[in-house]
């Protein structure tokens, strides 16, 4: 089959589930089953009549390409990820581009706590960018603590992190962190069964969940901060809209104050939380 006909017939399956995108989506995944990049798909003028099948009734039933692929950039950096973690998002590099602006001597930060880790994506670009620092990430599931592990030894940061199943910041004794990075569970219980297919049926339940009003993580983050965080130090929690207001009273109530940085559609996501 002529390449074209075969990214023409997969897109027209994928449009037909109510994939959006569908053209594109079609590419990807003929060039990820050919195991060639986009450049090398163009290259390619047959390909075998069954070449995608598989991979395309995977996503026509509503599975994220990134499990299907089972890989995902954040941060310029090439994650591998799992039905056990979220699929890192590109709002989340917010985190990122914030810990950047509160320590402009990237030297100066020393050891970086990530919570409900999962893939390790956050600590893991944190010390991409923060060269003399150590990073411990956590992660309630031991399958999404050892799959950050492997994305450590991938990415050669091995050395500088390390990664354990736990609650929170149950497992960490004294150790005191400049920088607290989270991505904690934000959604509202009540808001699970509609959130789109990809996420409700395939990302975990855990990651999602923050408890009935959403707030659940946070209140057992902030309560951690006195002992967790540096007095100089600053944590940085990714928001669900609407939240900025009850993030920052609960961290007035812990002691701290919060600031708020825009994601790029100009909502607030990150709450900076500072002694």
Known sequence: MKTSGAISEIAARLAAAGIEDARREARII??????????GLLLLSDVPDDLGTEM???RIGREPMAYILGRKEFWGLEFAVSPATLIPRPDSETIIQAALEAYPNSGTVQRILDL????????LAALSEFKNAFGIGLDISPRAAALADRNARNLGLSARSSFAAGDWAAPLGGAKFDLILSNPPYINQGDLSGLMPEVRQYEPASALDGGPDGLAAYRAIIAALPRLL???GVALLELGQGQAGSVAELAKISGFSAEFRQDIANIPRVAVIRP
């Open 116 to 123: 409900g880790t999962g893939t390790g994506c956050l600590l």
């Open 30 to 39: 003929l060039a990820a089953a050919a195991g060639v990049d986009a450049a």
């Open 230 to 232: 540096a007095d100089s």
């Open 56 to 58: 395309a009734a995977r």
